[in-house]
């Protein structure tokens, strides 16, 4: 699976920076999951980070890693914006059926990780994401090397994955509109697989996603694929 290649290159290219960490995946120092959604009132709030939440999916080879451009949860004090970008490895999937069941398996992990002391909000019809870090998790030194160590480990859980790359970014002067962008694209991307599934509609000149299949290699060849199979 290539579709979402050039755009994380587009990612890989934008958090080329300084001001990084890397730390290699680690099951064992993951953050607490407490299960279940936590609330975290605003009066036990440090800070509220907002921004873009994205995974883009690939079967290029990816290292199990954690990068964090910018300060880490325990060294920020207030509000600011930040960006999450999961880029997930997975088994070639030749069927676009199979491909977009799982990359919506993939997109829907964020639903099923609750970090103690890290309260994530994000909505299933937007990229966008939000989180609140607890008072207490900051003065115990609450690190991006446990959330994304436990993200990864939840990623892992399904069976066609092989590597995970979770990217923090809290630099107040990335580009996040940028992101935000990439991850619209993504989203596209994914539309644009669920119209190539439920669809016997092959004009291209009246197609509303000929921009995406313009732009994506091998995404009209799926099409035109998925047609000749059924007829
Ligand atoms: S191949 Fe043509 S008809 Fe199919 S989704 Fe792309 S633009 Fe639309």
Request: net charge negative; charged share 30%.
């Amino acid at each position: 699976m290539n579709f979402f290649d050039s755009l994380i290159d587009d990612v890989l290219s934008q958090t080329e920076s300084s001001d990084r960490a890397s730390y290699p995946y680690n099951a064992s120092l993951c953050r607490k999951d407490t299960g279940y959604s936590q609330v975290i009132m605003q009066r036990d709030t440090a800070y509220e980070l907002s921004g873009t939440g994205m995974s883009l999916v690939t079967s290029a080879d990816i290292n199990d890693e954690i990068i964090v451009v910018g300060d880490d949860l325990d060294k920020i004090s207030d509000n600011r914006k930040f960006a999450r970008i999961s880029i997930v490895q997975t088994d070639d999937i030749p069927d676009e059926q199979n491909a977009y069941k799982l990359i919506r398996k993939i997109e829907y992990v964020k639903y099923h990780y609750f970090p103690d002391g890290f309260m994530i909000r994000t909505s299933s019809s937007s990229h966008k994401e939000a989180v609140r870090v607890a008072k207490t998790s900051v003065k115990e030194g609450i690190s991006f090397k446990e959330i994304g160590n436990l993200l990864i480990k939840k990623y892992k859980e399904i069976d066609e994955v092989r590597g995970v790359k979770v990217i923090f970014v809290t630099v107040p002067d990335a580009d996040y509109d940028s992101f935000s962008q990439i991850a619209q694209k993504a989203d596209s991307i994914t539309k644009t697989l669920n119209h190539i599934m439920n669809t016997v509609n092959f004009d291209c000149d009246t197609c509303n996603l000929k921009p995406i299949c313009d732009e994506v290699e091998g995404m009209r060849e799926l099409h035109f694929r998925s047609k000749e199979r059924n007829m």
